[in-house]
């Protein structure tokens, strides 16, 4: 478990220590809490542990029997290890791509919540879940694992509920693919989002997530971002992909088929839903999220987004039909802005008009198809661009 400490993280772990008897938790890493790490350390009690930040490392209590790896490549040593058949990545930035590279390499299944990995590096990556993928189909295609989804799970609702609708089904009878969105804080009010503040976009009205996709689901850049993963993950043109704002949050997405039909995943609004059929696929296990109750809900809405509110949602498209380098300057601006945005320096609109800028600036010169070494440059280049540069007025 790459990122035990997050918010994703957080959830994996309480769903690893709901089911005991069906997984051994082998390793946990995490960059700088070590209070919290240790703690996990004492309930699941993985074989080693990293911790990122060498500072905190006095602050680590481990239980007897767990080991302490450190260095530069702890998460790809991690992630190969011969007792590691499954390898969560809750951990963000473009920097875990390695450790993901590396697992799929070794013939291990990632299961991701890590935007980048598909965002910059759906070239990189998809193409080794390919080959393990075929390699089984060519003597077993019945077999879960002959699908690149079984060695490359999304965590995202939206990409888990995709996934769920695909199975049994043949890509070409998939006429679209349709994401839903909450819409986020702001989908009807204020009428100018000029001076939203922090605390108000962090008010999300479904969800309970961390600050940044929290923030991400606000200005609807985090479904431009799904956009482009559903592009690698499923093999569909941009154009076959459609977004739906669906403010109740119980539908998590839906696949149209050429028949006319529409076969869509109903579910709590509830991140370990995701994450466990991540772990358990193709089997299912009992969750600690309730059902849905469909008589309280009462009503489900659907509506198309407004683009010209949300920029950042046509912005993310436009990045991703650029290709590889644009999308990866995307979400290195987003990071960016998301963390200007927190700290008062950047308003919210100014958010959208900085990822533009970067697309314009940095998207379109270089490598077409950049392996990781240019995408880690490429994300410095961004931030170095852009931490003070003016974009609207601030928060």
Not at 15 to 39: C, D, I, K, M, R
Not at 134 to 162: C, N
Not at 334 to 356: K, N, P, Q, Y
Request: aromatic share 4%; charged share 20%; net charge negative.
């Amino acid at each position: 478990m790459l990122g035990s400490t997050g918010s994703i993280g957080r959830q994996a772990v309480d769903v690893l220590a709901a089911h005991p008897e069906t997984f051994t938790v082998v390793a946990l890493a995490t960059g700088s809490n070590a209070a919290l790490l240790g703690e996990q350390a004492e309930r699941l009690r993985p074989s080693v542990v990293a911790l990122g930040d060498e500072s905190r490392a006095a602050g680590l209590e481990l239980p007897l029997g767990t080991e302490r790896v450190t260095g530069p490549d702890a998460l790809e040593r991690l992630s190969t290890r011969d007792d590691v058949d499954l390898v969560v990545v809750g951990t963000g930035g473009v920097v875990s791509l390695r450790p993901v590279i590396a697992a799929l390499r070794a013939g291990k299944v990632v299961a991701t919540a890590n935007k980048e990995t598909l965002v910059a590096g759906g070239h990189l990556v998809m193409p080794l879940a390919k080959q393990r993928a075929y390699a089984i189909a060519t003597s077993r295609p019945a077999d879960p694992f002959a699908s690149p989804l079984a060695w490359l799970r999304p965590i995202d609702s939206e990409h888990s509920a995709i996934w769920q609708c695909l199975v049994g089904e043949r890509m070409p009878a998939v006429a679209s693919l349709i994401l839903t969105a909450s819409g986020g804080p702001f989908l009807d009010a204020p009428a100018s989002l000029e001076a939203v503040t922090p605390a108000q976009a962090l008010r999300h009205p479904t969800w309970t997530m961390g600050a940044k996709i929290t923030i991400d689901s606000a200005t609807l850049v985090n479904k431009g971002l799904e956009v482009i993963e559903a592009h690698w993950l499923y093999d569909v043109d941009y154009g076959a992909i459609e977004v739906v704002i669906h403010p109740q949050s119980v539908v998590h997405s839906a696949v149209r088929f050429v028949d006319g039909s529409v076969k869509a995943q109903m579910g709590t609004p509830d991140m370990r839903l995701p994450i466990q059929y991540a772990l358990t696929h193709p089997d299912r296990l009992p969750s600690p999220a309730a059902p849905p109750d469909l008589i309280r809900s009462a009503r489900l809405d659907f509506r198309a987004p407004d683009e010209a509110r949300f920029p950042a949602l046509r912005i993310a498209r436009d990045a991703g039909r650029l290709g590889p380098r644009a999308s990866a300057a995307l979400i290195a601006a987003d990071e960016v802005a998301v963390a200007r945005f927190l700290d008062g320096t950047l308003g919210f609109t100014g958010i959208s008009a900085l990822l533009e800028a970067a697309v314009e600036r940095l998207g379109q010169n270089g490598a077409a198809e950049p392996d990781v070494d240019e995408l880690v440059a490429l994300e410095r280049e961004v931030r170095g661009t852009f931490e003070t540069e003016r974009f609207g007025a601030t928060a």
